[in-house]
């Protein structure tokens, strides 16, 4: 929890509590009642937000989830980059299948990497028939037509769930054919609540096809780790890899931004496992904590008063050797930091901002945010847990307004009351708030900038914060409703 209560000058339990009211007012009494659960005014010192979340979307709100196939395709399977990723099913969603979150990775596409689409192209006759045979000359052609991957993904669409096509089956032939990893993944997308369930069912199959069937060439060492939940948006993973190795760590494997399945599968080796994003992968740093015995800790390399506590708190469970390093890396950085700080800061103290973003990001960039003399006035998720709202509920202040799955309507109508400096949320927001004069940065893919991890990524952030709020363009745009 925060060290204190956080509280904002005009911000009161009141106060948000009334516009909540006001916003459900215009909507259907049954609604009302349902969407009530999912909004409040922040609480810190409860011991669980109120919030509800988790849960089905009413019929007749128009959610910003993805689906469960998302989930597996978008976040877990497809920044693996040795692995040809298979989308069985339709081609609509199969176009998905193409790498569209910017993970970033190394290699050759094509030779080395492969970020490529991959897609079963379900028609009608499959439907009818079953695409099993397809799928077994897919993955064939597959690996002969890109013969350095280290192994081959299936994720399954809804069609391929509906009319219960054997994936396992296929996938288990497959392997053994081919000799290398052919991991299915029962993802359809009409399963679960959001894609948070597909980021399960992918740790499942991670844990049930993949980890513990190889070992690092490297011999093992005392400061081995490895990054979990972190996918290398805008190179996000190759800005907290450098601050990690300077301090004395082996990073040994990265799940999944820029990863490669067969350093994924030795992780079982490694001393501690840290975790980025919470939601997509704690339950596998579970697993090898039960399995293996291997600590992990959530750590948070957003904006450099959080790099600080993070690297102090991941010391804790080395040597003073790692200790010290810990101190001089701080100290190296901070003078940098402050530069930074003291460039933008003056532009952008006292701005406020809303954030609505899908896995961890409203809770770990809020500190990046303070940093520069921002005020978050209010946060939610698409399809965070009731364990993601607890950790929310510390890093806000008293009397913020905190939302879970909402709403266009609901949305707008919170942002139009509040009047943020600001609005950081995804591509289905983005263009709603730049047209009515609001700036906005896109949270899910740094708005095609990044990174916005570590040391030099916060340099970034600063960037791109301080370029969207006092860019004298706002002025000029005046909104026709």
């Given amino acids: 929890m925060a060290d204190k209560i956080k509280t904002i000058d005009g911000i009161t339990t009141e106060a948000t509590e009334e516009l909540i009211e006001e916003t459900l007012a215009a909507m259907p009494e049954k609604t009302r009642k349902k969407r009530a659960l999912h909004l409040g005014a922040n609480e810190p010192t409860s011991a669980t937000c109120a919030v509800k979340s988790n849960k089905k979307v009413v019929p007749g709100i128009m959610s910003q989830r993805g689906c469960a196939y998302a989930g597996a395709k978008g976040v877990v399977w497809g920044p693996i980059r040795d692995m040809v990723h298979v989308s069985h099913g339709p081609i609509g969603c199969g176009v998905y ?10 290699g050759i596409p094509g030779v080395t990497s492969f970020p490529l689409d991959f897609t079963s192209d379900f028609q009608e006759k499959d439907i009818v028939y079953g695409g099993d045979k397809k ?17 081959l993904s299936v994720l399954s669409e809804c069609p391929v769930g509906l009319i219960g096509d054997d994936i396992n089956a296929v996938t288990k032939k497959m392997e053994q054919e081919l000799g290398k990893f052919v991991v299915p993944c029962n993802c359809e997308g009409f399963r679960g609540v959001s894609q948070s369930l597909g980021h399960h069912i992918s740790n499942d199959s991670i844990r049930d096809h993949v980890i513990g069937k190889r070992e690092f060439a490297e011999p093992a060492g005392p400061y081995d780790i490895a990054l979990i939940g972190d996918y290398n948006i805008g190179g996000d993973v190759w800005a907290a890899k450098p ?21 994924i599968a030795a992780t079982y080796q490694v001393k501690l496992n840290l975790i980025h994003c919470y939601r997509s992968m704690n339950y596998m740093c579970k697993v090898m904590e039960e399995k293996w015995g291997i600590p992990w800790l959530e ?10 506590k993070s690297l102090r708190e991941i010391a804790e469970f080395f040597d003073d050797t790692i200790k010290a390093n810990v101190e001089k890396v701080i100290a190296k950085y901070r003078q940098h930091m402050q530069e930074v700080i003291d460039e933008y800061r003056p532009r952008l103290e006292g701005k406020t901002a809303m954030l609505f973003v899908g896995g961890l990001r409203p809770r770990h960039t809020i500190g990046a945010y303070e940093d520069l003399g921002i005020q978050i006035t209010g946060a939610g998720y698409e399809f965070a847990h009731q364990d993601d709202y607890d950790r929310t509920s510390p890093e806000m202040a008293k009397g913020t307004l905190i939302y879970d799955d909402v709403s266009e309507f609901e949305l707008e ?44 990524g916060f340099k970034i952030f600063a960037r791109d914060i301080d370029m969207a709020i006092n860019s004298p363009t706002w002025s000029l745009v005046k909104a026709p409703f």
């Fill in 243 to 263: 601050i990690l190795e300077e301090i004395g760590l082996n990073v040994k494997s990265v799940w999944t931004g820029d990863g490669e399945i067969e350093k």
């Fill in 413 to 456: 109508k919170f942002v139009e009351k509040m009047k943020p400096d600001l609005v950081g949320s995804g591509i289905k927001e983005k263009y709603v708030f730049q047209k009515a004069g609001i700036p906005f940065r896109q949270m899910h893919s740094w708005d095609y900038s990044g990174p916005y991890h570590g040391y030099e």
């Fill in 97 to 106: 299948s193409w790498g569209t979150r910017r993970n970033l990775m190394q």
């Fill in 135 to 151: 799928l077994e000359k897919l993955l064939r052609e597959a690996d002969e037509l890109f013969p350095l991957n280290k192994g």
């Fill in 299 to 308: 750590y948070n390399f957003f904006g450099p008063t959080k790099i600080e």
